[in-house]
């Protein structure tokens, strides 16, 4: 009996349908990794060096995926590493938010000081 929602076929110990998530989830991830890399050659900021290392990190989790369904990584390993993978790509996006926001702040400050130069002449 297959379990509910279960609606793929089997390839020996390989089910097609968690195989084709996988493969759509990996290409999706790297795509997303590989605008955010374009992102950052154009802008070259560290904030958006932060959110392109972050996009770049979500690829791991379906890598994670195919390794565990290969049976390469045991399942407490594979759910071990999605959380580190979650939790670097949460601290690369708040580093990018508070480096933006520290940025932001300094470019605030310097356009609310006097034009010293304007004032010599």
Do not use: K, N
């Not at 084709?20 to 802008?43: K, N």
């Amino acid at each position: 009996m297959l379990p509910p929602a279960h609606v793929g076929g089997h390839v020996a110990d390989l089910h097609l349908d968690f195989a084709v998530v996988v493969a759509v989830s990996a290409v999706a991830t790297l795509v997303l990794g590989a605008v955010g890399v374009a992102a950052y050659r154009r802008r070259r900021t560290r904030a958006y060096l932060f959110v392109a290392l972050a996009l770049c990190v979500l690829a791991a989790r379906p890598l994670l995926a195919a390794l565990s369904m290969a049976g390469i990584v045991s399942s407490p390993v594979h759910h071990t590493l999605e959380h580190v993978v979650d939790a670097v790509v949460v601290t690369l996006v708040v580093g990018a938010v508070y480096y933006a926001r520290q940025v932001e702040r300094r470019l605030d400050d310097e356009s609310d000081e006097p034009d010293t130069e304007a004032a010599d002449e």
